[in-house]
């Protein structure tokens, strides 16, 4: 039904584009043995850039049907969006489906359900691929399923289920089976944990594809779930395969907005509002990432220093309590605490305790902008202003 020559063109062009990106980090094919497929099934896997290296470390996983020709894309993307922040380093896994793909994803004529080697492909990934995985590599709890057209229906089928296993769904034109629409709506409707959803469509796309689509959208934006977070775009100039390329890093993105650094926007409305304690503000934040993604992230410089900034802005000098013993805990051995405590007792009235405190940090590691020299002189104003 789907002519694949142009997607495979478009696999070569976006494997030219992200290809030094991808060799960068580590990818391998490995081969499964499937109980419930009575045969083996090739997987590509795409390892964070410093997995080997942090042993304690735990990671999302996203796995990507099609991948034949998907699996590169959203590994390049991943890795580069991680590389700044913007989203945690996870593990990508591909699927081959080259030749079998309508095999893989057949459903009833009935129910339009899986079966055949439909419900036996689901239950391959469900059931095997994902407990092998949590076997073999240090993995968090929080997964992402991508596919496109036929793949894209398809993940859709795990939403069903009582208790999903995947939280994330990005679904790229999908070919949508009946009823898929009102089941997915009413899923979403009465989801009780946290779950992303992505949809996507472009001005080319393929016709019977893009109407379908279109009243997907119609039913999902109504819904009211503030435990759903959904993203529709529709691509103008696009076809059905260039989409691809402009959806993954959007919907990928978007599915880790709380991860990303402080923003300008954030910084300007949220954080310079006197009614707000910066100090809770960043707490909350990396407790919202450890609870939504499994994952505990260190505080990351930028966000101490939006907090910084704010506090100086604000002249709310009491959340610097708070933030230097956060800095501490997070930046041990380096001059990040002893900076903001000797702020703190600078500016509630201590400003020999806090002399004493910029001149501790001789022999402290450096750390953005606050350096030996920085901190002596700093010791130094205040030595000149008071005298002492």
Not at 151 to 159: E, G, M
Not at 324 to 346: I, N, Q, S, V
């Amino acid at each position: 039904r789907i002519n694949t020559t142009p997607m495979k063109r478009l696999s070569f062009l976006l494997l030219a584009i992200l290809l030094p990106i991808v060799c960068n980090s580590q990818i391998k094919k490995e081969t499964l043995s499937s109980q419930k497929l009575g045969e083996t099934r090739e997987i590509k896997i795409q390892l964070p850039r410093n997995y080997e290296e942090n042993k304690d470390k735990r990671y999302p996983v996203v796995v990507v049907l099609d991948g034949d020709y998907l699996l590169e894309p959203v590994a390049g993307m991943v890795d580069y969006y991680s590389y700044w922040e913007d989203i945690p380093e996870m593990i990508v896994v591909g699927i081959n489906q080259d030749g079998i793909r309508t095999d893989d994803t057949s459903y009833s004529e009935n129910s339009f359900l899986p079966e055949g080697k439909g419900a036996k492909f689901f239950e391959f990934i469900g059931m095997e691929l994902l407990a092998q995985l949590d076997q073999k590599y240090r993995t968090a709890n929080f997964r992402i399923i991508v596919g496109h057209d036929f793949t894209a229906n398809f993940i859709n089928y795990y939403l069903l289920k009582q208790t999903p296993v995947f939280q994330g769904y990005i679904n790229l034109s999908p070919d949508l089976a009946p009823e898929m629409a009102n089941r997915i709506t009413e899923a979403l409707k009465t989801a009780e944990t946290k779950k992303w959803f992505y949809l996507a469509t472009a001005s080319d796309d393929i016709p019977a594809l893009k109407t379908d689509i279109m009243s997907f959208d119609n039913q999902l934006k109504n819904i009211e779930n503030d435990k759903v977070s959904y993203k529709f775009q529709d691509f103008n100039d696009e076809t059905h395969y260039s989409l691809v390329g402009k959806a993954i890093p959007s919907a990928i993105s978007s599915m880790f907005e709380i991860y990303r650094p402080i923003s300008t926007k954030d910084y300007n409305e949220i954080l310079l509002q006197t009614s707000v304690s910066p100090t809770e503000y960043l707490a909350d934040k990396y407790n919202s990432i450890e609870e939504l993604y499994g994952i505990k992230r260190k505080i990351s410089i930028n966000d101490f220093m939006a907090i910084y900034k704010a506090i100086e802005k604000t002249r709310n000098w009491e959340a610097y309590k708070e933030l230097y013993k956060m800095a501490f805990d997070h930046y041990p051995g380096t001059m990040l605490g002893t900076f903001f405590e000797a702020r703190y007792e600078e500016e509630t009235g201590n400003p020999k305790k806090a002399m004493r405190i910029y001149q501790n940090a001789y022999g402290q590691k450096k750390i953005a902008f606050i350096d030996t020299d920085f901190m002596l002189e700093k010791a130094d104003a205040i030595k000149k202003d008071f005298g002492y």
